[in-house]
């Protein structure tokens, strides 16, 4: 028997994927997202790829907090019990921090030619309710 037979059933790990949350149901992948396995033991910490994948393997069976932090975005927590020779499936929606977009209402001004510069005011007249 190999050794990672051998960890293969004693051990089991944590698999899954990070979206962003645009337009429910649009969802994009996140990269770079910070994912934090914690248990009573140690905390295992990794990063999201580039598809928003993320896998840690060689865990002993229990039960973890897997965390999800990503810049801009509420960071997200679920558990899950980890049995020997299994691999948990995680799915992170995260939503961004930045709930209402900002708008922007821009009206051309006629331009004097006699004056070297213009000044504008901008001024936010449209608010939308949360």
Same mark, same amino acid.
């Given at each position: 028997?190999?050794?990672?037979?051998?960890?293969?059933? &004693?051990?089991?790990?944590?698999?899954? !994927?990070?979206?962003? =949350?645009?337009?429910?149901?649009?969802?994009?992948?996140?990269?770079? $997202?910070?994912?934090?396995?914690?248990? %009573?033991? @140690?905390?295992? $910490?990794? &990063?999201?790829?580039?598809?928003?994948?993320?896998?840690?393997?060689?865990? %002993?069976?229990? !039960? !973890?907090?897997?965390? @999800?932090?990503?810049?801009?975005?509420? %960071?997200?927590?679920?558990?899950?019990?980890?049995?020997?020779?299994? =691999?948990?499936?995680?799915?992170?929606?995260?939503?961004?921090?930045?709930?209402? %977009?900002? !708008?922007?209402?821009?009206?051309?001004?006629?331009?004097?030619?006699?004056? &070297?510069?213009? =000044?504008?005011?901008?001024?936010?007249?449209?608010?939308?309710?949360?």
């Amino acid at each position: 028997m190999t050794i990672s037979a051998a960890l293969a059933d &004693t051990t089991g790990g944590i698999r899954g !994927y990070v979206y962003a =949350v645009h337009d429910y149901p649009r969802t994009v992948s996140l990269a770079g $997202v910070r994912i934090t396995i914690r248990s %009573p033991w @140690a905390d295992v $910490v990794t &990063t999201s790829d580039r598809r928003g994948f993320f896998v840690v393997l060689g865990l %002993p069976p229990g !039960y !973890y907090t897997i965390s @999800a932090q990503g810049n801009g975005f509420t %960071p997200k927590s679920i558990t899950r019990c980890v049995s020997a020779g299994f =691999v948990e499936s995680v799915r992170f929606d995260l939503d961004s921090v930045l709930r209402d %977009p900002a !708008y922007i209402r821009w009206k051309p001004l006629p331009l004097d030619p006699g004056k &070297t510069s213009d =000044v504008y005011n901008l001024v936010g007249d449209r608010q939308r309710p949360c």
